[in-house]
């Protein structure tokens, strides 16, 4: 899974109609170009690319009053929105995520209910929980990485990984269902204060 068609697809959607700058000035507001692969060239290339899948939807806008060149602003589709919720799904959910997709899945994991993004946060500590029982079946981290020569270093590395992890999203997990931040459903503005303002008349295209 690419976190570029999940970081893409948010961004759109929650603008409701987005321009290129746009996608990128958000993403990059986030620090997304540095945890990911959501460099300028690639959100380009997402857009234009899930326009032709049928995920976005192209409409061509006339140019700037200041004499820019015309741009393309994106609408996500039906088809888009089901993607992007799956892909949300996926990425808050799996255990086994890059870092960079489940950066992606929390930075839009308020477009979904609260209980349905706690309930996908506990699958992905029991999924972890597994992982973990699956390697120390091989290797007693008791008896420390020793045991196994150098290569007890990577089962050791792989035990304090998931413990590790699974201890974060369960303090995630708490102050979620604690009340922190606003989710879909319960009114206000769960984006207030992280989008970026209105790029400049003359712009670059995309």
Known sequence: MSAIRLLVLGAVRLRGRAHGYQVRNDLE???AH???NAKPGSIYHALKQMARQ???????????????PPRTEYETTGEGTREYFALLRRA??????????????????V????????????????GLEEWRGGVVAHYAPEEGPGQ????????????????????WT???IRRIEGGAYSFAGEGGDPYEGVL????????PSG
Do not use: K, Y
């Open 29 to 31: 507001s986030w620090g």
């Open 34 to 36: 540095e945890w990911s």
């Open 54 to 68: 049928g995920l976005l939807h192209a409409h061509e806008t006339a140019p700037s009053t200041a004499g820019g």
């Open 92 to 109: 808050v959910s799996s255990h086994d995520a890059h870092t960079d997709v489940l950066s992606a899945g929390l930075g839009f994991v």
């Open 111 to 126: 477009d979904l209910p609260r209980r349905e993004a706690v309930d996908l946060l506990r699958r992905r500590v029991e």
């Open 148 to 167: 196994a020569g150098h290569i007890g270093e990577i089962m050791d590395m792989w035990v304090h990984s998931a413990e590790s992890d699974a201890a």
């Open 170 to 172: 369960r303090s995630l």
């Open 196 to 203: 970026t303002g209105e790029e400049p008349e003359a712009s």
